[in-house]
């Protein structure tokens, strides 16, 4: 899988195939957005990589690679067209979307606890579930079904993305520039985001605090 997204980098449609991968993972969680992402920006570094561990053989660095700032600026723009789509779906969903969300335990915690932090005037919880699987797509359908405001919802999904784009770039071009251009540099990364990922989850299961009562 690593060499087939190591020579898709090589192409000019590594920014399409990246900026369609994160629009559409809002809906489809189990597509691999994130990992197209470290994988482009691993690349970008690659011509620049002089890892503490020496390589033996001199790793072939292809000569069109990624640009690393077009990459950011197309993974945040994606990301946060992409929660606004769910966004607007959720907000004119029918009888069928309500159904699909009262079945759910899950969505509807999510739900109640993304509109109690929007309506205090934090959005934290957009920000942290932008790194949770599926916690994207909670957050931005949950937003649109309790009708938030797009001025309580945008700024926050504006934050999550660039978070997003930013730490996932970071991993994929970091890691390489530290620990050379091979495998381990992208490997290490990945396991990074998901790890990223899983303490976002957590969080997100995690039940608010109670309130103190009044003495």
Known sequence: MLETLGSLTTSPWIYAVVAVSILLDVFLPVLPSGVLVITAAAAAAAAGATGPVPVPVPVPVPERVPDIMALLVIATTASVLGDMAAYRL???????????????RRLTRAHERLGAALA????????IARFAPAGRSVVSLGAGKTHRKVKEFLPWSVLAGMAWAGYSVA???????????????????????????ALAAFLIRRPPPSPTPAR
Do not use: E, N, P
């Open 171 to 197: 991993l994929g071009y970091f890691g390489t520039q530290w620990l050379g251009a091979t495998w381990l540099g992208t490997a290490v990364s990945m396991i990074a985001l998901f790890a990223a990922g």
């Open 90 to 104: 959720a907000r004119r969903g029918g009888a069928r979307l309500d159904r699909a969300i009262a079945r759910s």
């Open 120 to 127: 205090r005037g934090g959005g934290a919880l957009v920000v």
